[in-house]
Nanobody
Framework: QVQVVESGGGSVQAGGSLTLSCTTS????????MGWFRQAPGKAREGVAS????????FYADFAKGRFIISQDNAKNTVSLRMNGLTPDDTAIYYC???????????????????WGQGTQVTVSP
């Protein structure tokens, strides 16, 4: 049984930082994408960042570039998302997902991710 578990969410003031972690187990994908998505109230789920397990290449949404850093520890099956310079607009539930058939040009397409975690809440106050 594949499991995807996020942790590290919480509340922070604007300008602060948080690090989210995602641990996976039960899958046998040798090479795959690990993505972070987020969904704010009343909005569609959107891609934040993704990383390819094969070579560590990373991809970011425009709003995440320069502020967020995605990293991986393949030995621990863990992916992290370091978020700096947070603003109230970053308030959302953040989800981690496994994308075994994702491509670099489609890293942010939700339908290409098969297994999802339950999400972790990030709240940024003014």
């Amino acid at each position: 049984q594949v499991q995807v578990v996020e942790s590290g969410g919480g509340s922070v003031q604007a300008g602060g930082s948080l690090t989210l972690s995602c641990t996976t187990s039960g899958h046998s994908y040798a090479y795959h994408f690990m993505g972070w998505f987020r969904q704010a109230p009343g909005k569609a789920r959107e891609g934040v960042a993704s990383i390819y397990s094969g070579n560590g290449e990373s991809f970011y949404a425009d709003f995440a570039k320069g502020r967020f850093i995605i990293s991986q520890d393949n030995a621990k099956n863990t992916v992290s998302l370091r978020m700096n310079g947070l603003t109230p607009d970053d308030t959302a539930i953040y989800y981690c997902a496994i994308g075994p058939e994702t491509s670099p040009w489609a890293w942010n397409e939700r339908t290409r991710y098969v297994y999802w975690g339950q999400g972790t809440q990030v709240t940024v106050s003014p």
